[in-house]
């Protein structure tokens, strides 16, 4: 791997991923990222929490529910409580690596904050919110984002990731098939501003689709929402789409094709999720690319590669972290991004009919695709 740090982090970026096979490359778009050793590259697993605290990774200091935090009407605070549990967070990360531990909940990619809006308690998730009323949830979750990802120039403390993109709030027992449509006007002025805030205002470096559907389309596999409004409108992902990544809730591929039944297979669902915009999946269905992608390699060869690799390792894989106040730089977000950001929308729509084309076979009675094999089983949900 090329340490060279004379060079832009893009050629560093390039190098590394021109490196890579495909079967490497597809690897990297999962949740649990497996280490390719010949490389230098660790292990990552992408799922980390930090609603109130970083208990879930050992013993913490653990702040009330975000309900809770919401009802102090305090932007500083909650600043001060994001501060707090980043500083804890990153000293558990880089205790984790040395102790050569990779596992969930050790890592720096977190799934914070809620800022879906909670008007009716049969939801079931409210107590992850801050509440009711759009404005006081931007002002609170653009206030955890910034103490969450810190203030340095260069570099990032944690990677925050405003959740569930969008109009997530209830009820809690459909939300792998229910679809919604509200009116655009209260998308706007109740359920976006939130996000918008932690995007434009915030700099989140990561945003999580939702299970729903919002308008007929699932919230992963949405262009209206991925494509028009967070990377259009808003500017997520900076001016080439690299500078941000998209994640599903885990095990919201699976919903495509297996709840919402918008498609029939899960090399579909991958690619639908995949033209439109989100470039990780929490869950397996990703992996369904490998086989439509050999049967169809020359599409294929339009995937750059490892790009989410940058955010997932930061500079722990092209800085040596001794030599780093942190070792996730918001530089590095490009090449964590490389795999599918940095696929421009033309290009992600040729790969996903080559998949689509490929791999359109019946799923199994047994739950895994008659083509290839994936079978999946429901998460808990972030």
């Given at each position: 791997m090329n340490y060279d740090r004379t060079l832009a982090v893009q050629e560093r970026v390039a190098d590394l991923v021109s490196r890579m096979t495909l079967e490497e490359k597809i690897s990297q778009m999962g949740f649990e990222a497996p280490a390719i050793e010949r490389l230098g590259i660790p292990a990552y697993n992408w799922w980390n929490e930090c609603l109130h605290g970083v208990g879930r990774a050992g013993v913490a200091t653990v702040f009330p529910q975000a309900i809770g935090l919401a009802a102090t009407w305090n932007p500083d605070l909650l600043y001060r409580v994001a501060t707090a549990t980043s500083d804890e967070a990153r000293a558990k990360h880089h205790e984790a690596l040395r102790r050569d531990i990779h596992r969930h909940y050790s890592g720096l990619t977190h799934w914070t904050p809620n800022v879906n809006i909670f008007r009716d308690p049969r939801w079931g998730r409210g107590q992850e919110t801050y509440g009711e009323d759009p404005f006081l949830t931007a002002r609170l979750g653009v206030a955890f984002v910034r103490g969450m990802q810190g203030d340095d120039p260069d570099y990032l403390k944690l990677v925050a990731?405003?959740?569930?993109?969008?109009?997530?709030s209830g009820p809690e027992s459909g939300r792998h098939a229910f679809d919604v449509y509200p009116g655009e006007r209260d998308v706007r002025e109740t359920y976006l501003p939130a996000f918008e805030a932690c995007i434009r205002?915030?700099?989140?470096?990561?945003?999580?689709?939702?299970?729903?559907?919002?308008n007929g389309e699932p919230c992963c596999a949405s262009p209206a929402l991925?494509?028009?409004?967070?990377?259009?409108?808003?500017?997520?992902?900076?001016?080439?789409?690299?500078?941000?990544?998209?994640?599903?809730?885990c095990w919201a591929i699976r919903d495509i094709y297996a709840h919402h039944q918008v498609v029939k297979t899960p090399a579909e669902a991958a690619a639908l999720a995949v033209k439109n915009g989100c470039?990780?999946?929490?869950?397996?269905?990703?992996?369904?690319?490998?086989?439509?992608a050999v049967r169809n390699r020359s599409a294929w060869l339009l995937l750059?590669?490892?790009a989410l690799l940058a955010q997932q390792v930061g500079v722990a894989v092209l800085n040596p972290a001794q030599d780093a106040r942190y070792m996730m730089g918001s530089l590095m977000l490009a090449v964590l991004l490389l795999p599918l950001a940095s696929v421009r929308p033309r290009d992600r729509a040729t790969?996903?009919?080559?998949?689509?084309t490929a791999a359109a076979a019946p799923a199994g009675s047994d739950g895994a695709d008659a083509t290839t094999g994936v079978r999946e089983a429901p998460g808990d949900g972030c």
């Open positions: 990731t405003p959740k569930h993109f969008a109009v997530h205002e915030g700099g989140a470096a990561s945003i999580m689709g939702a299970y729903n559907r919002l991925l494509q028009k409004i967070l990377r259009e409108e808003w500017g997520f992902g900076g001016p080439d789409g690299v500078d941000g990544h998209i994640v599903s809730d470039d990780l999946n929490c869950g397996h269905t990703y992996g369904a690319l490998l086989i439509a750059p590669g490892a790969v996903a009919d080559a998949v689509t």
